[in-house]
């Protein structure tokens, strides 16, 4: 269900389960934008139920936070245009090429193109595998970008923050709020940390040690202050205050 966050904002809450990150809806007079995509095709096709039953728009523009499955992996089920940054697209660009057998899922997390975590969660949000779809956007757009939807404007803006290089940002000035995406979680790529699937009430607290990059956060935080904003939410996490968000990284 999106919940209403003003008249021009829904959202829809994270489902930890598979890790499905939260989905947001501005709502324009004249077009719709989502951002980030869900991250399969039974994801999306509950989403775009949960829109109709709801009597909100379907999107016109899907842009996706960054590359990262769980936030990607339903794009080929929308038929809105999507638009990702251009770091973002390269990756997604190689991983429509990635194999999805277990043989070359687990090459994968040898190299480190892959984690544990998202191992295991892709696993548990396919029971078929062969159903694993990844394509790039249709457009793409480097440093920034901004979409009027009609009487609020989306600005998209790549952010980096310590969780990914990629991510982007989508501010919404008339609301005073930004969509982070997960760029203010930590990287989970970087450095090893221990996720097993049977104990994952450990989740939390291993993740917990991962250590923040202080020289990112630095340069985040300098990109986020430019902005001029009052609530902001995180990929997988609730609406926060701007005071909030900064307290997080001191
Ligand atoms: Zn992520």
New binding site residues.
Partial sequence: MFNKISDRIYIQPPEHYTDRPNIGLIKGERYTLMFDAGNSGANVAELKNRLESQGLPQPDFLVVS?W?W??TFGMHRWSAVTIAGKETNSQLQKMAQWKWDDESMAKRLETGEDIVFCDEMIKREYQDRNLIKVVPADMEFDGSMIIDLGGVTCHLVHIRGP??SDAIGCYIPEEKFIFL??SN?KD?YGKPWHFDIEHEEDFMDETAKIPYDDDLVKEYLSVLDTFDFDRCIG?HADIMTKEELYSIFR
Avoid: V
């Fill in positions: 960054h990262h769980d936030h969780h990914s995406g997960d979680g989970l990929g």
